[in-house]
């Protein structure tokens, strides 16, 4: 279920082969074979993808974000690099789900996550389908022990808090996790009512999650979203931060798999991020859902890379910060 980084992935515009100020991520970008990683210092960072979209199938979502990781790789490799050169960023390659195999191929992305956070490398996992975050949270429990609370942030139109008596899918994950791990919260950010039954939102109630609806979300508002985060977070002692690009609208996300067309603007998203991923709990980012048949002139890849992009610099400023490096 592992394949190894493949460096066709990056390649791109050579502005200059000697300036670093002149490099993109192409030019900086390390290839590694998950099983040979070695502990970090500090500053390091790995992209790993997740090749499935067998949980989209399940919850009769339109297929095609098993193809993602690849394509956004192929985004980011030609964005400028605004991160020190002492950063390391490797390409560690992608989990894969064949033959329907989700719950395996969960627990596989689960250890390679597991791995890098312990060997102090940040985890960013490009999705796939948002049942990436399953195996996203598995890698982020196993690596931060039991006993430790655990604060999921999901940034999406959907509370994925489906029942799953009859298998998980990716519309389940978030309510598979808390009724199976009494030391996690949930903050779902962007949530639809359109998107969501009646039902749904009694079930969030009832676990006792923290939401805000879409229409709460805009740059007037954003403070008290950041109260809410903030209320939300002094509860936990790490965080793990997912994006479903769902949660967009759709004029600016057509190519995902379920497109709404009330979603946030990017620059919502964008605020969002660069907030949670600021606070020094948070240990970890998937981004999911984008899905590369149906894209539209790939502007919902080219944003899905630019996310990542931002969240790359952004945990590297909070680093930065505290070593003062």
Request: aromatic letters at 8%; one cysteine or more.
């Amino acid at each position: 279920m592992y394949k190894q980084p493949d460096k066709e992935k990056w390649t791109g515009r050579i502005d200059s082969e000697s300036d670093e100020k002149s490099f993109r991520v192409h030019q900086k970008i390390r290839l590694l074979d998950i099983g040979q990683i070695q502990t970090q210092a500090e500053n390091a960072f790995a992209l790993l993808g997740f090749q499935c979209d067998e949980g989209v199938r399940r919850n009769q979502g339109r297929q095609g974000a098993y193809h993602a990781p690849v394509e956004v790789k192929k985004a980011l490799a030609n964005l400028p690099w605004h991160l020190p050169s002492h950063t390391i960023l490797y390409d560690v390659g992608e989990i894969t789900c064949e033959g329907g195999e989700l719950e395996n191929s969960q627990k596989h992305l689960g250890q390679a996550v597991e791995r890098l956070i312990c060997h102090n490398i940040t985890p960013v996992v490009i999705g796939g389908g948002h049942e990436t975050a399953y195996g996203h949270y598995l890698g982020v429990r196993q690596a931060v022990g039991s006993e430790t609370k655990l604060g999921i942030i999901n940034i999406d139109a959907h509370f994925d808090m489906r029942p799953y008596e009859q298998g998980p899918s990716s519309g389940t994950m978030f309510r598979q996790i808390l009724d199976e791990d009494g030391n996690v919260g949930y903050c779902c950010l962007g949530i639809q009512p359109l998107g969501n039954t009646a039902a749904l939102f009694e079930t969030a109630n009832r676990y006792g999650c923290t939401y805000v609806l879409e229409e709460e979300l805009t740059l007037a508002t954003l403070e008290r979203a950041y109260e809410i985060i903030d209320d939300f977070i002094k509860n936990y002692d790490v965080l793990m931060l997912t994006l479903c690009m769902d949660v967009l609208s759709a004029s600016a996300a057509p190519g995902v798999s379920a497109p709404s067309p009330f979603g946030l603007d990017p620059k919502i998203v964008r605020a969002l991020l660069r907030y949670i991923i600021s606070k020094p709990q948070t240990i970890s980012f998937d981004i999911c859902e984008v899905n590369p048949l149906v894209d539209e002139n790939r502007k919902t890849i080219a944003l899905a890379a630019a996310f990542c992009m931002e969240a790359l610099v952004h945990f590297h400023r909070r680093q930065r910060a505290a070593t003062g490096r």
